[in-house]
Every structure is written in C-alpha cells, then in structure tokens.
C-alpha cells in the first residue's frame, strides 16, 4: 500500500532543497513547478503554524525570499512528462545530477 504521507512530506522538503541549490550557485529567475498546489500556498505564504512540517516549510518560504525565484502550481496530467523522468531515474543505480547544460 502507497504511504500518501510520504507525498506530503517530500514536495516541501523537494523545494526547500532545490531553494538552497538555488542560493549556492547564485541562479537568477528560477521557476519552481509542483502539482502539489496545497505545498506550494503552504511556502508561498509561509507562517504555516502547527502543520507537522511548519519549520521546513517557513525556512522554504525564508529561502523563496532570499532568491529571484517563483514557484507556481502545474496540474498533475501535465506534469507527465516529469513523472517520467523521475521514474527513469529511480530505475538507475547510479545517481547523476545535472545543474546547467552540461552533465
């Protein structure tokens, strides 16, 4: 059976990782897109007080601050394209990331 916990776990702690990916390298006009549109309101508006990840979502709403970067929601059938990339790279043991053009 699918822990749906999970889901509501890792989208805010996805987007806080890829903020502070986004304050170390210095990137500029960074578009964040989840089909989670209650994770997205949650740190867009930050202050989300006694959600069992209010910290890690306040810190993500600070760090959204501290960059020129949005965040905006897609609806799930049109994320598609990256439910299958995220598929293929579970699939591979090796893990590889890309920041750039070049890998």
């Known amino acids: 059976m699918l822990d749906l916990s999970f889901a509501c776990h890792s989208i805010p702690w996805s987007i806080y990782k890829g903020l502070e990916v986004i304050l170390e ?3 500029e006009n960074v578009q964040i897109e989840s089909d989670s549109l209650v994770a997205m309101q949650l740190i867009m508006e930050g202050n989300s007080g006694n959600h069992p990840q209010s910290v890690l979502i306040n810190e993500a709403h600070f760090l959204l ?7 905006g929601h897609i609806p799930r059938s049109a994320n598609q394209c990256a439910d299958h ?3 293929m790279g579970a ?3 090796r893990a590889r990331v890309c920041y750039g053009h070049a890998c």
């Open 85 to 87: 990339l995220a598929r």
């Open 25 to 27: 390298r210095k990137l």
């Open 91 to 93: 699939e591979h043991r």
């Open 65 to 71: 601050g501290q960059t020129n970067t949005t965040i």
